[in-house]
T-cell receptor
Framework: AQKITQTQPGMFVQEKEAVTLDCTYDTSDPSYGLFWYKQPSSGEMIFLIY??????QNATEGRYSLNFQKARKSANLVISASQLGDSAMYFC???????????FGTGTRLKVLA | NAGVTQTPKFQVLKTGQSMTLQCAQDMNHNSMYWYRQDPGMGLRLIYYSASEGTTDKGEVPNGYNVSRLNKREFSLRLESAAPSQTSVYFCASSEAGLAGKGIFGPGTRLTVL
């Protein structure tokens, strides 16, 4: 069975500092994709970053980077230079080969402090 | 591009009433999904459609039915609503392949009294 675990229900970070949101996953499939989404208070789901299981380098998208440690089955999201607008719920998700489903974690609520 | 649209945005039902949530995408995606979001539970998959003409159950299908009307449209029906179905419902679509990122609609907030 596939599973995503996010163990941090809530996090605080000071504006302009970096923050790491944890995500561990479980799958027996050798091919899979890992995704991070942001959900601001307005409710929409916004795609942030993607990492493939066979990608050699960690994914980066602007201030977002994914710290992918395959042996540990972790895919942590790093947000650099936090901004007040980063305050939101963040979800980690996985999609395994042969299926079309996205499996989500329970999310981490991030609050950026001025 | 509109992306993924959902109607209605809000709905209040009484126990036992039925309704259909509509979803449409204009990105020519093959796969479409219905999720529900409850506090502390993340997003849970109700049903999905890998391609036009196919539908499959997700994690929490009980009490729901779906129809993949065509490539663009994927509807979710509650035949006899229950208070336990009070939730926010998201429709999503994606390209095939591992890297296909899911694009989500704005959500429908449903309350069942």
């Amino acid at each position: 069975a596939q599973k995503i675990t996010q163990t941090q229900p809530g996090m605080f970070v000071q504006e302009k500092e970096a923050v790491t949101l944890d995500c561990t996953y479980d799958t027996s499939d050798p091919s899979y994709g890992l995704f991070w989404y942001k959900q601001p208070s307005s409710g929409e789901m916004i795609f942030l970053i993607y990492q493939g299981s066979y990608d050699q380098q960690n994914a980066t998208e602007g201030r977002y980077s994914l710290n992918f440690q395959k042996a540990r089955k972790s895919a942590n999201l790093v947000i650099s230079a936090s901004q007040l607008g980063d305050s939101a719920m963040y979800f980690c998700a996985m999609r395994a080969s042969g299926t079309y489903k996205y499996i989500f974690g329970t999310g981490t609520r991030l609050k950026v402090l001025a | 591009n509109a992306g993924v649209t959902q109607t209605p945005k809000f709905q209040v039902l009484k126990t036992g009433q039925s309704m259909t949530l509509q979803c449409a995408q204009d990105m020519n995606h093959n796969s479409m999904y219905w999720y529900r979001q409850d506090p502390g539970m993340g997003l849970r998959l109700i049903y999905y459609s890998a391609s036009e003409g196919t539908t499959d159950k997700g994690e929490v299908p009980n009490g729901y039915n779906v129809s993949r009307l065509n490539k663009r449209e994927f509807s979710l029906r509650l035949e006899s609503a229950a208070p336990s179905q009070t939730s926010v419902y998201f429709c999503a679509s994606s390209e095939a392949g591992l890297a296909g990122k899911g694009i989500f609609g704005p959500g429908t907030r449903l309350t069942v009294l």
